[in-house]
């Protein structure tokens, strides 16, 4: 078992600033994929960035690149979320998420097996 503990969220003014963090926990040698992936009310869950947790290799939503930076310290077996230039629409609950699985799952929350708890992001205009 993997276990994850989100933190860093909270409310933040448009064009501001947040670095979230995911700790991880336990088997931490069976996690191949770190993805970040974000639910507003009323929405299904989407995809915001994720990383390979050995090479590196990063994807990111075409709504967050040159905003967002998602990197990872094996060390500490954290994973992090960089937001800059935040916008109202990115308000939500985001979720670290770690899987097992191959690169090419790297977007698809369905594929994914342990994930956090979730920290809401609230961004004001």
């Known amino acids: 078992q993997v276990q994850l503990v989100e933190s860093g969220g909270g409310l933040v003014q448009a064009g501001g600033s947040l670095r979230l963090s995911c700790a991880a926990s336990?088997?931490?040698?069976?996690?191949?994929?770190t993805g970040w992936f974000r639910q507003a009310p009323g929405q299904e869950r989407e995809f915001v960035a994720g990383v390979s947790w050995s090479g590196g290799s990063t994807n990111y939503a075409d709504s967050v690149k040159g905003r967002f930076t998602i990197s990872r310290d094996n060390a500490k077996n954290t994973v992090y979320l960089q937001m800059n230039n935040l916008k109202p629409e990115d308000t939500a609950v985001y979720y670290c998420a770690a899987d097992s699985g191959p690169l090419g799952y790297l977007s698809d929350f369905r594929r994914y097996r342990y994930w956090g708890q979730g920290t809401q992001v609230t961004v004001s205009s």
């Open positions: 336990g088997r931490t040698l069976d996690i191949y994929i």
